[in-house]
């Protein structure tokens, strides 16, 4: 089956600095990489994800990355906030549809200081 | 907007004893899942169901049952709990038909087995 490696498992940066997390995956026939955040106290909540047509995507100061050669994608985010302190998940499945083949990553603790 | 609800959000319970997490959702999601989140193992899926009367079992599904008799309902029980299902567990939903695949979830419920 699909196995995700996710580092750093902590991650602390200063208000204003980037942010790099980055996830390893081993299956090939993965196409789908969401990224999920999970705020103290609550469930994970997609914030962006990329289909493996796709080389990077943004959506504001969040961008995720794809190289589907070397099986690696990333969460890029820049000027980060006390509001991005959270969690974060990868995850890598077929396809879109397919929740169920769904395979998480470990998680990566974020911390933005002031 | 309700979106995914689960009860309750925090129990205890000693090793042996059985107990029923609930869960339930009104967007009319026909996929449903339950997933448990440990340190450094991320999010792993028990049981999840594509709709009422129909369930399969995930990665970690030893311990668990589940059941789907409505489309709004996805109850998770522990018929005789152990110290290792110790866990925050997570419910999880989605339309059946869609191309996002986004899984909304529910805030968690974190159990305890002394």
């Known amino acids: 089956g699909e196995n995700v490696e996710q580092h750093p498992s902590t991650l602390s940066v200063q208000e204003g600095d980037s942010a790099v997390i980055k996830c390893t995956y081993s299956d090939s026939a993965s196409n789908y990489f969401p990224w999920y955040k999970q705020e103290l106290g609550k469930g994970p909540q997609l914030i962006i994800d990329i289909r493996s047509n796709v080389g990077e995507k943004k959506d504001q100061r969040i961008a995720v990355t794809l190289n589907k050669t070397a099986k690696h994608f990333s969460l890029h985010i820049t000027e980060t906030q006390p509001e991005d302190s959270a969690v974060y998940f990868c995850?890598?499945?077929?396809?879109?549809?397919?929740?169920?083949?769904?395979?998480f990553g470990t998680g990566t603790r974020l911390q933005v200081t002031l | 907007n309700a979106g995914v609800t689960q009860t309750p959000k925090f129990q205890v319970l000693k090793t042996g004893q059985s107990m029923t997490l609930q869960c339930a959702q009104d967007?009319?999601?026909?996929?449903m899942s339950w997933y448990r989140q440990d340190p450094g193992m991320g999010l792993r899926l028990i049981h999840y169901s594509v709709g009422a009367g129909i369930t399969d079992q995930g990665e970690v599904p030893n311990g668990y049952n589940v059941s789907r008799s409505t489309t709004e309902d996805f109850p998770l029980r522990l018929l005789s709990a152990a110290p290792s299902q110790t866990s925050v567990y997570f419910c999880a939903s989605r339309p059946g038909q869609t191309n996002t695949g986004e899984l909304f979830f529910g805030e968690g419920s974190r159990l305890t087995v002394l």
């Open positions: 967007m009319n999601h026909e996929y």
């Open positions: 995850a890598a499945s077929p396809f879109p549809g397919t929740a169920s083949k769904l395979t």
